[in-house]
């Protein structure tokens, strides 16, 4: 999470000003939400010994269902890349 927050401040700035308060807040919340998320599925895919695409499949649509509650398509897929770049990267 340390990461991720200091990743927000790093990319932008302006959250540093007054008038970029409530995009740090939201940016800084959807980081969060990421890493938060990333654990639970973690821990999700372990306890029900999930591998392959069953793991695949249920990290997605968790992924997918929380993360578009709270941003736009196009920032999912660059949050996504950011993430796990050999990943996206391979396909």
């Known amino acids: 999470m340390d990461i991720a927050v200091h990743d927000a401040?790093?990319?932008h700035l302006e959250y540093l000003m007054?008038?970029?308060r409530h995009a740090a807040v939201t940016s800084v919340t959807k980081r969060v939400v990421?890493?938060?998320?990333a654990h639970l599925v973690q821990g999700k895919l372990l306890a029900n010994n999930l591998r392959g695409e069953d793991a695949t499949r249920t990290v997605?649509?968790?992924a997918v269902d929380m993360l578009l509650e709270v941003m736009e398509p196009a920032e999912f897929v660059e949050a996504l890349k950011r993430a796990f770049p050999a990943d996206i990267a391979t396909g």
């Open 34 to 37: 990421v890493g938060v998320l």
């Open 60 to 62: 997605m649509m968790a």
């Open 18 to 20: 007054a008038a970029g």
């Open 9 to 11: 401040f790093d990319r």
